[in-house]
């Protein structure tokens, strides 16, 4: 119908629009009739109007337009719109029009696909009101097509991509993940059919993994063709794809020899090929395919490439997971199977975690005595509460604590020696969560070590009156009418005697020390001072090397809480190696300041160094470096042991850095006087 025949006014047709009344010439109808004739031609929607008393039906030139057809291209006629419906949706618009008719609908509203001239299909949304004769039944309707593609894709693209975050939610691995997300990706965009290949592990291969195809789509053979597909780099088009990592469309399956034939055989007109990349590896192919005819989208690409990081993301996530699982079941496999006792225990001592063999080693049957233990069980294990201050104070001050020995009750009353290994955990805060670490019951050690003790107690006494007796005859023998010779004898007898004293003594110490017999009197010290004097009282022998020997003094410094007499002998054993290590010319330097609650001293030297394979013995009974026993034959290998022993019953603790032929430093540290 052209616009010349076009009914007149909105209710043109109708019953109560008399012969008379047309052939009058009202002027106000007139108008009306010119001004809609004008919005019919001249809206931006497309318009239609459908009278069914006649049966004539009109198209705007708009209407037509925006399915790509000139206005004299397509005749104003109801078959023309059902041959232009896609033949999914005329049924629904059926019942969307009986449902408008017979009342159960307020109103004409429906989303339909229209065929475009070129093939593909536009998303309209089509809305109209009908007008009623006296008896209520439709005599015409008037309606609009907006075109709404570019919305109904959006919505597409927003409906995938948030059905594909949903699958990633709960992402495992690969192989578990893409036939999921292929489908939600699918069904949400409303593709046809769904295709992934996977490339092989030495990337030689594109392989058809697996396939998805809607209901609507029969099934038929050429779906294990595609199934069982397999491309080289850069064969095909899955294989281009996959070789290049971009993306490409076919709108039409016949204007490309690329298409698959075996979709073609299942009836598809257009594909979409996507790669899926994970860790800058193309590892997967995805392919859309639809039976309707799909223009190039690039928004889909933006939106699959979005999605692309999204699954990355999850993958690296959930592997991150699976590591960490890993861990902890390594771990507390680990833990559940080592001979040594681990655990963790709050400051006050409750125990939160432990293995068997902490359990064990502590006399219970199973870690659930300990941990269900009511109080701080660890304040308990102490035979002398002294040490569990101790430890405290050591771990507070350093962070951990290596070696640290006491004496434990078992559960059956017996007593062990254990040693400890710790280290503070602490919280974001920068609070302390709790202590872990391991301890090993070391009773039979500290059962041989006591009778070596004892022993070298029992001989240095016996030994320290006859030396006595000897170095008093030396004295004697030292007469000034002595030949030259003689004389010589007997000074150097007198000089191993005098060793052999210093032997015995220092064996003494270190027995008294080890067996906790020593008797000490820790009080405040300006340990500045007592450095000062140490320094003053070998000066003669730095001067001697012409050695610098200084110590740069501190701004202020606190008092430090250690036996004065056993502190002394610290710092002169430590600056004496310093110098005795040094060559002639060197320089040794003294330094300290506090920290962390404590003093940390230290002497730099440019002496010989020690070879990093010494270093982790350097404190042990009796032991002396190569190096340092080629420059000084003389030495006993117990004066660092001392060091030792004495800082770690004062609550401190002492370690050494240095490089062979370059210096070292000794540094220790000692707590706070409160």
Not at 150 to 167: D, G, N, P
Not at 369 to 378: Q, S, Y
Not at 418 to 443: C, M, N, P, Q
Not at 486 to 494: E, F, G, V
Request: with cysteine; aromatic share 8%; glycine share 8%.
């Amino acid at each position: 119908m052209s616009p010349s025949k076009l009914p007149k006014g909105p209710l043109a047709g109708t019953h109560g629009v008399t012969e008379r009344r047309r052939r009058g010439g009202d002027e106000a109808l007139r108008l009306s009739e010119e001004r809609f004739a004008l919005a019919m031609q001249g809206a931006n929607d497309g318009l239609w109007d459908r009278n069914f008393e006649t049966d004539e039906v009109y198209y705007s030139p708009r209407w037509k337009n925006m399915l790509g057809y000139a206005d004299d291209e397509v005749e104003h006629t109801l078959a023309a719109f059902e041959r232009l419906v896609h033949p999914g949706d005329r049924a629904r618009r059926l019942e969307a029009i009986n449902a408008y008719f017979s009342g159960a609908a307020e109103r004409y509203e429906i989303e339909l696909r229209m065929r475009h001239k070129h093939g593909h299909y536009v998303t309209v949304l089509a809305r109209a009101t009908a007008a009623r004769d006296a008896d209520g039944r439709v005599v015409r309707m008037v309606g609009t097509h907006v075109d709404v593609s570019e919305q109904k894709r959006s919505s597409q693209r927003r409906a995938a991509q948030y059905a594909a975050t949903r699958v990633l939610a709960e992402a495992t691995t690969l192989k578990e993940t893409v036939p999921k997300f292929l489908k939600v990706i699918c069904d949400a965009a409303e593709w046809d059919l769904g295709c992934a290949l996977v490339a092989d592990p030495d990337g030689t291969q594109l392989r058809g993994f697996t396939l998805w195809r809607s209901l609507s789509v029969p099934a038929g053979d050429w779906e294990g063709g595609l199934r069982t597909r397999s491309y080289a780099p850069g064969q095909g088009l899955a294989g281009r794809v996959w070789a290049t990592g971009k993306p490409e469309w076919i709108v039409h399956a016949d204007q490309s020899a690329d298409f698959p034939p075996e979709a073609r055989a299942g009836g598809m007109n257009s594909v979409c090929v996507a790669p899926l990349v994970v860790g800058h590896r193309n590892v997967a192919v995805l392919e859309f395919y639809s039976r309707d005819i799909r223009p190039r989208d690039d928004d889909w690409f933006t939106m699959l490439a979005s999605v692309n990081v999204q699954v990355e993301q999850s993958l690296r996530r959930r592997q991150m997971e699976r590591d960490l699982e890993q861990a902890e079941r390594k771990y507390h496999d680990i833990v559940e199977q080592a001979l040594h006792g681990i655990y963790q225990t709050t400051p006050d001592g409750r125990i939160v975690s432990a293995n068997l063999a902490l359990a064990r080693t502590l006399g219970y049957d199973n870690p659930d005595e300990i941990l269900n233990f009511d109080g701080p069980f660890a304040e308990r294990l102490y035979v002398d509460p002294g040490r569990r201050g101790e430890f405290k104070q050591q771990i507070e001050v350093h962070g951990s604590v290596r070696g640290f020995e006491a004496r434990m009750r078992r559960k059956d009353g017996a007593v062990i020696w254990v040693s400890i290994d710790a280290r503070t955990v602490k919280d974001e805060r920068g609070d302390v969560k709790y202590y872990e670490g391991s301890l090993i019951d070391i009773t039979d050690r500290k059962d041989a070590e006591q009778m070596k003790s004892d022993f070298v107690s029992f001989a240095t006494h016996q030994l320290r009156t006859p030396l006595a007796g000897i170095k008093w005859l030396l004295e004697l023998a030292q007469a000034p009418d002595l030949p030259e010779e003689s004389a010589s004898y007997i000074l150097d007898a007198r000089a191993s005697a005098d060793r052999l004293i210093r032997l015995v003594n220092d064996l003494l110490d270190v027995s008294r020390l080890e067996g906790g017999r020593l008797a000490t009197s820790p009080q405040p010290t300006d340990l500045a001072a007592m450095s000062t004097e140490v320094i003053n009282e070998l000066m003669p022998l730095a001067r001697e090397k012409n050695q610098s020997l200084v110590m740069e003094p501190p701004a202020s410094l606190p008092a430090v809480l250690v036996d004065p007499k056993l502190g002394r002998e610290v710092v002169l054993n430590l600056i004496s190696n310093a110098l005795r290590y040094t060559p002639a010319g060197g320089a040794v330097t003294v330094q300290m300041h506090s920290t962390n609650g404590a003093v940390e001293w230290a002497v730099r030297d440019t002496g010989i160094g020690i070879p990093a394979a010494a270093q982790s013995r350097l404190f042990e009974k009796f032991f002396r470096a190569d190096n340092a026993a080629i420059v000084h034959t003389e030495g006993t290998g117990l004066g660092l042991y001392l060091v030792r022993l004495v800082l770690e019953r004062s609550g401190g603790r002492v370690w050494c850095e240095s490089k062979e032929g370059a210096g070292s430093i000794f540094r220790f540290t000692l707590p706070l006087a409160k």
